[in-house]
């Protein structure tokens, strides 16, 4: 099992700044990527961004231009860099890493940051 631990999250009036954190430990040989997922209120969850591990990154059209994925594999934390928050963007952000571990193929799921965008 991959662990992970999100923090970051928070209140930010639209327009404003928000960094999200996510370190995954655990016996973790190879990480494929990491990404982060939202969910918002009466929506389903969808993808936000995804790295690889050598640092391919894919974005959803509605984030584009104003979010930044970035990690540290060394420290096996993946980072998402929100600017020019809107309403939209309020939601439970989930961090999400598929991996390669001492028990095989594993796919981790952080606990949930709440973002809120609101003036």
């Known amino acids: 099992q991959v662990q992970l631990v999100e923090s970051g999250g928070g209140l930010v009036q639209p327009g404003g700044s928000l960094r999200l954190s996510c370190a995954a430990s655990?016996?973790?040989?190879?990480?494929?990527?990491m990404g982060w997922y939202r969910q918002a209120p009466g929506k389903e969850r969808e993808l936000v961004a995804r790295?690889?591990?050598?640092?391919?990154?894919h974005y959803a059209d509605s984030v584009k231009g104003r979010f930044t994925i970035s990690r540290d594999n060394a420290k096996n934390t993946v980072y998402l860099q929100m600017n020019s928050l809107k309403p939209e963007d309020t939601a439970v952000y989930y961090c999400n890493v598929d991996a390669l571990t001492s028990s095989g193929h594993s796919t981790g799921w952080g606990q949930g940051t709440q973002v809120t965008v609101s003036s």
């Open positions: 655990g016996s973790i040989f190879i990480i494929n990527a």
């Open positions: 790295i690889s591990s050598f640092g391919i990154s």
